[in-house]
């Protein structure tokens, strides 16, 4: 289906740019370099299809996001999805390490499905670790008075890598509080998604 719509557009490309007064001239060089019948026609076939992806992924509907989207919710693991959430709706997420520590923030970028993307980079909101008998979360930093105070956030970036993930889920800290973990989170917002 894919091979009979270029050559459609191939051909009506070719048809129309012979209506042009250069058409005539890269009909008559056409004919010289390849005299074989509708070659014009399928080379212009050929060119489209080399240049429609680069094309698609950059038209307004749709584009480069949705075919990500897409290939991830097709083709991903249950942790690529969850990241690719949280970027796209601006979610924190929990994140504990195999070495025991615990981070809180916001996915800033995940990996694609290239096997070469190991890593994923946050902006921590709280980190910690989980104590080694009872596993609940000890918070031994957090970043929202330092972030208030008016620094760089993006200096406080975290590539953690994704073998070292042992799990991940989305974060409310008023859930968080009811597990009775920590209950001063439920007083307060650890910093508001539209400030990100």
């Given at each position: 289906?894919?091979?009979?719509?270029?050559?459609?557009?191939?051909?009506?490309?070719v048809?129309?740019?012979?209506c042009?007064?250069?058409?005539?001239?890269?009909?008559?060089?056409?004919?010289?370099?390849s005299?074989?019948?509708?070659?014009g026609?399928?080379?212009?076939?050929?060119?489209?299809?080399?240049?429609?992806?680069?094309?698609?992924n950059?038209?307004?509907?749709?584009?480069?996001?949705?075919?990500?989207?897409?290939?991830i919710?097709?083709?991903?693991?249950?942790?690529?999805?969850?990241l690719?959430?949280a970027?796209?709706s601006?979610?924190?997420?929990s994140?504990t390490?195999?070495?025991?520590?615990?981070?809180?923030?916001?996915?800033?970028?995940?990996?694609?499905?290239?096997?070469?993307?190991?890593?994923?980079?946050?902006?921590?909101?709280?980190?910690?670790c989980?104590?080694?008998?009872?596993?609940?979360?000890?918070?031994?930093?957090d970043?929202?008075?330092?972030?208030?105070?008016?620094?760089?956030?993006?200096?406080?970036?975290?590539?953690?890598?994704?073998?070292?993930?042992?799990?991940?889920?989305?974060?409310?800290?008023?859930?968080?509080?009811?597990?009775?973990?920590?209950?001063?989170?439920?007083?307060?917002?650890i910093?508001?998604?539209?400030?990100?």
């Amino acid at each position: 289906m894919a091979g009979i719509a270029l050559l459609a557009m191939g051909r009506l490309g070719v048809t129309l740019l012979k209506c042009l007064p250069l058409g005539v001239v890269l009909r008559q060089t056409w004919i010289a370099l390849s005299p074989i019948p509708f070659s014009g026609t399928a080379f212009a076939a050929f060119v489209l299809g080399l240049a429609a992806p680069y094309i698609a992924n950059f038209l307004p509907i749709g584009g480069l996001k949705a075919a990500r989207d897409h290939a991830i919710n097709r083709h991903g693991t249950d942790l690529d999805r969850l990241l690719n959430r949280a970027i796209n709706s601006e979610r924190k997420i929990s994140f504990t390490l195999n070495n025991r520590k615990w981070y809180v923030g916001y996915v800033t970028r995940a990996p694609n499905l290239s096997p070469h993307e190991q890593y994923v980079s946050i902006l921590p909101i709280l980190s910690g670790c989980r104590n080694e008998a009872t596993l609940e979360t000890e918070i031994t930093t957090d970043y929202v008075p330092i972030f208030e105070s008016g620094v760089e956030r993006n200096d406080f970036a975290v590539t953690l890598p994704l073998s070292a993930i042992t799990s991940a889920s989305f974060f409310d800290e008023s859930v968080y509080a009811q597990f009775g973990e920590n209950r001063e989170l439920a007083d307060r917002e650890i910093l508001d998604e539209s400030s990100i």
